[in-house]
């Protein structure tokens, strides 16, 4: 299967397309496609979406996906990595907090604005990119850096609302906000004891244990090592971090240390999983 890279901090295409010039294929980026006009089906990880006017799809470097396009259709791509959402003058947590809502956002066919007032929002924007793109303008460029970084904040809130998948629908307010602490603060492992935690969002520790089960589905353990499993996994097929680096950014006492973890959840090394996803 082939594997698109990309060599510039983002991409900005535009495409009109009577069929899809590609089958199935991954990319080491992100990419987020909006639909200018047309109709047709998205097709991601073996399912299949039909897709109009309006929508948008970001699609993570772990995802298969094509097009089965049925009328012709206006494609918007803006494609960016890790390396680009780093080198901006984002806070280092709101960083780390948008390489998580990226990369875990839902692998399933779909179009990921939940916002309804997002999308009027969302189209002028992707608008004005190409109108500057296509003008070449005084200052184009910083502008439509500017517009790229809007962008990408306005799909991470869309999705972060959603996240994570097991959350029950009607969960309450305060455990989403407990959820997005975990996220923010995955890198210190100190603040996410379950006493501090229940001192944090004032409920007793003697019930926060079930509290957090009961609405998550999973205990407050197996939530955090879930998320700093896919952390790993993102560093290791994604970056060129050595271990030890890894184990000192999520907290870990040494490289033993994140290898004996990394090996009790995926029941492999650290090493063999990097050769596995390299192969």
Do not use: W
Request: glycine share 4%; aromatic share 12%; charged share 25%.
């Amino acid at each position: 299967m082939i594997s698109e890279t990309l060599y510039e901090p983002y991409e900005i295409v535009y495409k009109k397309l009577d069929e899809c010039p590609k089958y199935g294929h991954k990319h080491l980026f992100f990419e987020l496609i909006y639909i200018l006009s047309g109709t047709g089906k998205q097709c991601i990880n073996n399912n299949k979406f039909d897709y109009r006017a309006g929508h948008m799809f970001l699609i993570t470097p772990e995802d298969c996906h094509s097009f089965e396009i049925e009328t012709t259709t206006e494609f918007f791509f803006l494609r960016f990595g890790n390396v680009y959402l780093r080198s901006k003058d984002f806070r280092t947590d709101d960083v780390k907090r948008l390489e998580y809502i990226l990369q875990n956002a839902s692998h399933q066919p779909g179009c990921i604005l939940k916002n309804f007032s997002d999308k009027p929002l969302v189209k002028s924007l992707i608008e004005a990119m190409i109108a500057e793109y296509v003008n070449r303008d005084l200052y184009n460029k910083e502008l439509i850096t500017k517009m790229v970084d809007t962008m990408i904040v306005l799909v991470a809130r869309n999705i972060a609302k959603y996240l994570p998948a097991s959350i029950k629908e009607d969960s309450e307010q305060k455990t989403l906000a407990l959820l997005n602490y975990i996220q923010a603060n995955i890198y210190s492992p100190e603040k996410l004891r379950a006493e501090k935690l229940s001192v944090e969002f004032g409920i007793s520790e003697n019930y926060f244990g079930k509290y957090f089960k009961k609405q998550t589905n999973e205990t407050l353990q197996q939530y955090i090592a879930n998320l700093r499993i896919k952390l790993i996994e993102a560093r290791l097929h994604f970056s060129d971090m050595r271990i030890n680096e890894i184990a000192f950014e999520l907290g870990f006492t040494d490289e033993s240390h994140l290898n004996k973890f990394f090996k009790s959840q995926k029941g492999m090394s650290l090493k063999a999983f990097r050769s596995s996803v390299a192969s």
